[in-house]
């Protein structure tokens, strides 16, 4: 969330918002069949309860990339109880993901252990996102 925020905000000084995230809550996949056996006979009988499907879980994602009424530095999830199951709805990352300083930092520490460097214009601190979403 953090990387995206700092995208957003620096995409926003070069006049276009691409930059959105979304995430799927708990949805049934395969990702379960690498579990340690003994986790996962309860989770096997567990998942129905507590997951929703794949197809589900990709709506959120869809949302996010092909709602035209989309911001730039919207977050994406299930809108159901905890943001685990449900349809996509605008939802709210954590606390600490909103904080600007720390996303830049993320931004500099990655280009440097990548080596890769984007032709974005520095951005100022207090533009574009400094706080939680707004719930539609």
């Known amino acids: 969330m ?11 000084t070069q006049g276009t918002t691409v930059a959105v995230a979304a995430h799927p809550g708990l949805s049934s996949t395969e990702l379960a069949r690498n579990t340690p056996a003994a986790l996962r006979l309860p989770f096997t009988w567990l998942a129905p309860l507590i997951t929703q499907t794949s197809a589900m879980g990709a709506l959120p994602t869809l949302r996010a990339t092909t709602d035209p009424a989309v911001l730039g530095g919207q977050y994406y999830g299930p809108g159901g109880r905890y943001e685990v199951m449900g349809h996509p709805r605008l939802v709210t990352s954590s606390p600490e993901s909103y904080e600007a300083a720390a996303q830049q930092r993320l931004w500099t520490v990655s280009e440097e252990l990548t080596g890769v460097k984007y032709p974005i214009v520095q951005a100022n601190q207090n533009s574009f996102f400094s706080g939680p979403a707004t719930t539609i």
């Open 2 to 12: 953090m990387f995206t925020y700092e995208l957003q905000r620096r995409l926003a």
